[in-house]
């Protein structure tokens, strides 16, 4: 930021600045080009379906998809938004401790831990999925929102150790001397300390931990089905019928479940580029 | 600032804590099992997503439980999700009490011990046709009662068939039906569109083709056989039909057919509401055996069934409960929403009277043969597999029909 | 697994963080003799995650085991009587004919898309890491594709990659190439969904690499250019070897991620056509789940083997961080 603004006087500079702009909008046009179409997909008619050669756009556009969707998946937008909450809340709660005590106070056997979570994370996702349904059904946990925030808790856990270690790690060792020399037990270290400094990763973590609950199908198709609180994946499948899709409205429902996420990950986003550096590379 | 942040995080994390202890606490035994204390409720699995809460099909299920004094609770599944989890389910102990499934898979979780038969559960099949109860029969007992059938058959756009100078009665077996493929591709337009996808979809659509040839299951390499793959390969290589079939499913394939370009498309009874939309003129044609007459096609649809239960008394309120969802009123309400045949004549009469275009539909269906019928049950999946994998190696040019198939033989044993 | 513990303790516990090696060493004498109090507080924090890992990944990781050690049948999945087979179920999957080109798939697509995700990843990172007006949006705006169902991506690709009404074909028409049968020809689908792949993961190394980047002080970039170091050789001598403990987590989670992708596969080929782009995952899946007649015990049995390449890779990682560690 300090960069650009200082450097923006002279000409040659704001030429670059310009033409990197244009460059920039250029990527992020291809990369976004299956995101339009999906769009694009949403608006047409079922007949332009496979018309070949496609239109580039809607020209015979049809809100159809769209009536639909605001009709019947509100609702599952609001559940699907409280189970990322809850995911995130929980992922940190679980993930910030563990990451403090692999990072600073060097438990015995503690890189076994770190191991098996990225051993963990090879577990195919409809195994665990059978394996919470087993679990779950014992418990009386299935299609509950409880339930399905621990399950996709276990998308973001492992991640969020690896990161909330890396962040803490840059914390300099002198300041968690300085509060013990004061007195201060690990716990009030932990509290008043560490985490306040790693805000960045609290909010990093949380991002992904949002991201991965918001997509989740797996476990929510397996855990939620049928109940009266289903995310907002499941209720794209409202649309995909026995011999039958539908697909504008499914293509619209991903549009629709997108806007707020987007609207999240825009608003994020400068937290999250200074948020994983903080500790991720030490000068 | 940040002290109060905390704080409330840990506020919320201790909430989100107490809530899940407090479901398990209240819930055990309740909404999500199906055995919970609660006998007055009674589970319904079925594969239709598409109807949501307040659908004519839910209301149904609330009719049919406060006419059996019951709350019937309906969970709804993706069709090619719902066999794991009745298997899972009844691993677990946990079956619904009625269950609605695909037709091929009720051999598979009769042999998996997850059924009733109709002695047990006491279901009336008596009324059913033959034909179609026979997908649910398995080593001489039936397992469950068709809710509703459909089948394959060719819908082609006049317009383009006008266009190409195409006579529709023209068309008696494979050699007429390639000759109008090539005229229609002479006039510019294109041929037919199907679904070869590999998945149980591929083998239902290449079913009527293979049985049309006068090839059975039990051999796949037959001569008759690879006369069929040959035909398909053929129509691909010519270019009457488009390289993407390997890969359409039938929604794929029927958006082609709506494009309005094809002359022909294999599809099922479900489309015909969707062909009402498509703003061609369109006709309906039994597919062609290879030397004249019409194929079998393979019945679709799905049967009602109650699983086993620990408890057998519920069977008795199970049979009430399906016994009411395939009473002749309400198959014709079903049906109808579902665009489907019923099983019965008597309800395939009605339908006739009430839309006149359903009657070459129930003549296929009444044609129309089980996939797992001629007793070959739980055998089907494995030889399915490794049809739709011959298929799609010979279109996609990896291989020779004869070698495909051969290799499809050899892979059952 | 052995191997794992018998690490020296201090240096375990930093190595399966990757990025924390990074950290300069703590004072040697403190390190080795740790007080027991400390070694209960470590644990006092570690213990909700230890116990959440015991909970909800060991049942799953012992049920995938059983699965694959046992003859399954429909029958015997549902009464839970499957007799024990030892190691049948591996053999079958080793004999089977797909068993060779599921492995030359996998390695294929996995090596391919990490390559590939990792350098346009670094590349968009170093580019958007310069300062212009929209940079921040626009990169926030790449992390789009992740908040699309993969169900809704997926079917996007194959719709823009459909032979005959695709978008991709319809383009290449326009500057005079014929269609190119993207999904449907046995020696282009393996292409098709690596490309389908890359795009999904691009996002997730673009972040967090750029976050790396950013924490590379300024000063050493200047110091460089008064040495006179082009920009090339900044990034050789500078930016790279500074990113790279950064480096090797995104690759190692790249692996991990990518290793399992299946979905993405399933939608658009369903590994076919003739299994020509099936890897393990999708194999797995097929055999398990992706049939009227499940056979549980191979299907487990492939994604059993997924797991121990996982953890031979996490062990390589271990290695290399300890020689990094050590010199």
Known sequence: MTTATTRRPRPRQARTAWWKTATGLVLTAVMLFPVYWMLNVSLTRDQDMRKSPPDLFPVHGTLEGYRKVLDEQLPYLGTSLVIGLGTVVLTVALAAPAGYALAHLRPRGGGVIGFLFLVAQMIPGIIMAMGFYAFYLSLGLLQSVPGLIVADSTLAVPFAVLIFTAFMSGIPEELLQAARTDGAGPLRTFWSIVLPMSRNAVVTVSLFAFLWSWSDFVFASTLANGGAHEPITLGIYHYIGNNNQEWNAIMATAVVASLPATVILVLAQRYVAAGVTAGAVKD | MNRTTGRRLTAVALTVVALATGTTACSSGGSSSAKGDDSGTYTLWDPYPQFAKDSAWAKLLDGCGSKAGVKVERTAFDTSDLTNKVLLAAQQDNSPDVLIVDNPVVSTLAEAGVLTTTDDNKLDTSKVDPNLLAAGQSGGKTYGTPIGANTLALYYNKEVLKAAGVDVASIKDWQSLTAALEKVKKAGKKGITFSAIGTEEGSFQFLPWFWGSGAKLTELDSAQGTSALSLWTDWLKKGYAPNSVINNTQTTSWQEFASGDYAFAENGTWQLANADKAGFDYGVLPIPASSGGNAAAPTGGEFVTVPVQGDTGRYATAQKLVTCLTSTENLYATDTTLSYVAPTSEVQDKQIAADAELKPWVEAVKAAKGRTSDDLGTKYPKISEQMWKAVQSALSGAQSPEDALGKAQSAVK | ?327
Not at chain 3, 177 to 189: C, K
Not at chain 3, 223 to 234: M, P
């Open chain 3, 1 to 327: 697994m052995n191997h794992t513990t018998q690490l020296p303790d201090r240096r375990s516990a930093r190595a399966g963080t990757g990025v924390a090696t990074a950290a300069p060493p703590p004072a040697p004498a403190r390190a080795r003799r740790r007080p027991t109090s400390q070694q209960w507080a470590a644990w006092a924090f570690l213990a909700p995650v230890t116990l959440y890992l015991v909970l909800f990944y060991a049942y799953p990781l012992y049920r995938n085991i059983d699965l694959s050690l046992r003859h399954y049948t429909v029958r015997s999945f549902v009464q839970g009587d499957a007799p024990f087979t030892g190691l049948k179920n591996y053999e079958t999957v080793f004999d089977d004919p797909t068993f060779a080109p599921a492995l030359v798939h996998t390695v294929v697509f996995t090596a391919v898309c990490l390559v590939f995700q990792y350098v346009i990843g670094l590349a968009l990172a170093v580019f958007f890491n310069q300062h212009f007006r929209l940079s921040a949006t626009l990169r926030a705006l790449f992390l789009v594709p992740w908040l699309l169902p993969l169900i809704v991506s997926a079917s996007t690709w194959s719709w823009m990659l459909n032979s005959d009404s695709g978008i991709v074909n319809a383009a290449l028409n326009a500057v005079g190439i014929g269609p190119v049968n993207w999904l449907t020809s046995p020696s282009w689908s393996l292409t098709s969904v690596i490309i389908a792949n890359i795009w999904i993961g691009v996002p997730f190394n673009l972040v967090v690499l750029h976050s790396g980047l950013q924490s590379i002080p300024h000063s050493l970039y200047e110091a460089a250019a008064l040495d006179g170091a082009g920009a090339w050789r900044r990034f050789w001598n500078i930016t790279f070897p500074l990113l790279r403990p950064v480096s090797a987590i995104t690759l190692l989670l790249g692996l991990v991620y990518t290793l399992k992708v299946f979905d993405i596969i399933w939608i658009m080929t369903k590994g076919g056509p003739a299994d020509s782009s099936t890897t393990f995952a999708t194999w797995s899946y097929r055999l398990g789940f992706g049939n009227l007649l499940p056979s549980f015990g191979p299907g487990a049995a492939v994604g059993n083997l997924l797991v121990v390449a996982a953890l031979v890779f996490g062990l390589v990682y271990l290695r290399v961080q300890r020689k990094q560690y050590a010199s």
